[in-house]
């Protein structure tokens, strides 16, 4: 089995501010001394960045010569649409054509970002496209605003994914695109081959999927574009280190990755709010290889009514005992 390209976002080096310390708990580092820590992972050869934060047309040179000098490559490319007042009303789907049209220009220069640095990706997660009441949002309009932006930046450039990271909530209440289907048929309305999903394994949680489920509908229809990896309690968003609470969905989702040709990147997502960041971030990529190597002691057999349910279990147990 070949093992899976892993990255880590540059955010989990973060200040780590929440509502109730705005000031965070760690000191802020730059984008060089979080390289620096970044690059003394073991089995990481990748960094998630954001654009036009970390890297953008003015300093994409000096970016990429820091991560390069660390061994490092760019794996994905987000870009900037919810952690700015300005897209309080949405990106994509907003009402105002000003910000809708700044949405798509800032997509496409991220897509051009993302070429030079050599990444054929870039995520979207729209956190603020959505709504908070009843009888707020005219849902029609959204949705067609979603389908048409999203495609015309798709068409700009169809050498670059656009992998669209569906959410249940936060920071809206509801937000559009909220699910592993409703992310796939948005995909899929768009007509373009390049527009795709990322599934975050605990947005998947917190949306009451099965992520292992999600992850194999989205690869049987070829929209499968990029992974976050982390965990919670079914409640939030925590982004803990994976493997700390769903386990064995996490073995399910990694064997189903690997059973359907899984090939692209893998990211670390975590937030360590009080945690050190150098040892959540190890602790989800050693518990992610050594889900790589249990599931290849795992006896898979279906379930197709010849023995008792929960057989699954068994054999799991035994593959723990073996590895």
Same mark, same amino acid.
């Given at each position: ?34 390289? #620096?820590?970044? =690059?003394?992972?073991? %089995?990481?050869?990748?960094? @998630?960045? !954001?654009?036009?934060?970390? *890297? /953008? ?100 450039? #169809?050498?670059? =994914?656009?992998?669209? %990271?569906?959410?249940?909530? @936060?920071? !809206?209440?509801?937000?559009? *695109? /909220? ?112 889900? @790589? ?31």
């Amino acid at each position: 089995m070949k093992s899976n390209k892993l990255s880590v976002g540059i955010w989990t080096y973060g200040m780590c501010t929440e509502r109730y310390v705005s000031s965070g708990y760690k000191p802020f580092l730059t984008f060089k001394d979080r390289i #620096e820590k970044l =690059k003394e992972l073991k %089995e990481c050869s990748g960094v @998630e960045i !954001n654009y036009p934060n970390d *890297i /953008n047309e003015d300093n994409y040179n000096e970016i990429l010569d820091i991560i390069h000098k660390a061994g490092l490559v760019v794996s994905v490319i987000n870009v900037e649409l919810v952690c700015e007042p300005q897209w309080k009303h949405g990106s994509f789907s907003s009402f105002d054509d000003r910000m809708r049209e700044l949405a798509i220009s800032r997509t496409k220069k991220a897509m051009d970002i993302a070429a030079i640095c050599g990444s054929d990706t870039v995520n979207l997660w729209l956190g603020l496209d959505g709504f908070d009441y009843i009888l707020e949002a005219d849902y029609t309009r959204a949705w067609r605003n979603l389908v048409e932006g999203i495609r015309e930046c798709a068409r700009y450039r #169809e050498d670059i =994914k656009l992998a669209l %990271e569906y959410k249940l909530s @936060e920071p !809206n209440m509801k937000c559009y *695109i /909220n699910s592993a289907g409703k992310a796939l048929a948005l995909s899929l309305l768009t007509e373009c081959s390049n527009v795709g999903v990322t599934l975050d394994f605990g947005h998947a949680i917190n949306a009451n999927e099965n992520p292992a489920e999600s992850a194999a509908m989205l690869m049987a229809e070829n929209r499968l574009f990029h992974v976050h990896v982390n965990d919670n309690y079914g409640v939030a968003d925590d982004d803990m280190p994976a493997g700390t609470v769903h386990w064995p969905q996490f073995i399910e989702f990694i064997y189903w990755l690997n059973k359907m040709g899984y090939d692209k990147w893998i990211s670390v997502d975590i937030y360590p709010y009080r945690d050190d960041a150098q040892h959540a971030n190890q602790l989800t990529i050693d518990f992610l290889r050594y889900a @790589e190597i249990l599931i290849q002691k795992l006896d898979v057999k279906f379930y197709d009514g010849t023995e008792p349910k929960g057989m699954s279990i068994s054999r799991l147990m035994e593959a723990i005992k073996k590895s």
